[in-house]
């Protein structure tokens, strides 16, 4: 039923439809879903969803901005008087709390990524921020002593960003997955890096040699 969002503020309105392309994202994929199929889901008519977004990119383009602006949050309310409490929450909200939709939808995107550059910079651009965010906090954790001095914030960060990344893939495509289990894993290894124990160097150093 295509409903009246005349009296919708603007970014409700976007929201809604991107609520809405989510939601056929993940029960359609990327590719099966139209943008007739987002302007029912959002119960509007194709034409009024094209006066928002002209195209699936400029969805994904919405989504990814929407999620750069969680990142901020995200990170200022990091608290840095205690990074593993602060990590440990933020694993509890993305891998247990939110549900587990979010997860098949990143795989969704990044999927798309590997075939559309255009999804793919957005994808990029979005980790790359994340990255940043995450030395950011790295490099003050180091400042006041609480992350021993070896730790390289750069590398360490691209780490975790990489432990989150399979974290999502196993949230969206195993059956057997244990949020409470395995982000306690993931947390307990952020721990051991971040107390120096995970040495970065050496193992590039033995990379090098075995090539």
Not at 42 to 50: D, F
């Amino acid at each position: 039923m295509l409903q009246d969002l005349r009296d919708t503020p603007l970014a409700d309105r976007r929201s809604r439809i991107l609520d809405a392309a989510e939601r056929c994202f993940v029960r359609s994929g990327f590719h099966r879903t139209t943008m007739q199929d987002v302007a029912a889901e959002a119960g509007m008519s194709p034409g009024n969803l094209y006066r928002y977004f002209p195209s699936k990119d400029a969805i994904v383009a919405g989504l990814t901005e929407r999620d750069r602006s969680q990142v901020a949050q995200d990170f200022d309310a990091f608290d840095t008087n205690d990074f593993m409490a602060s990590f440990a929450r933020l694993g509890r909200k993305h891998f247990q709390d939110e549900p587990r939709e979010k997860a098949v939808l990143c795989l969704e995107i990044w999927a798309e990524s590997a075939r559309n550059p255009a999804s793919a910079a957005m994808c990029a651009g979005l980790e790359q921020e994340v990255i940043r965010r995450l030395a950011e906090v790295l490099r003050e954790g180091q400042a006041r002593g609480d992350i021993a001095a070896t730790v390289d914030p750069q590398a360490t960060a691209v780490a975790i960003m990489t432990i989150g990344n399979g974290l999502f893939v196993r949230r969206a495509i195993a059956p057997d997955f244990d949020p409470g289990r395995e982000v306690d894993v993931a947390i307990a290894l952020i721990g051991a890096m971040l107390r120096g124990a995970v040495p970065f160097e050496r193992a590039a150093l033995a990379e090098e040699t075995a090539s």
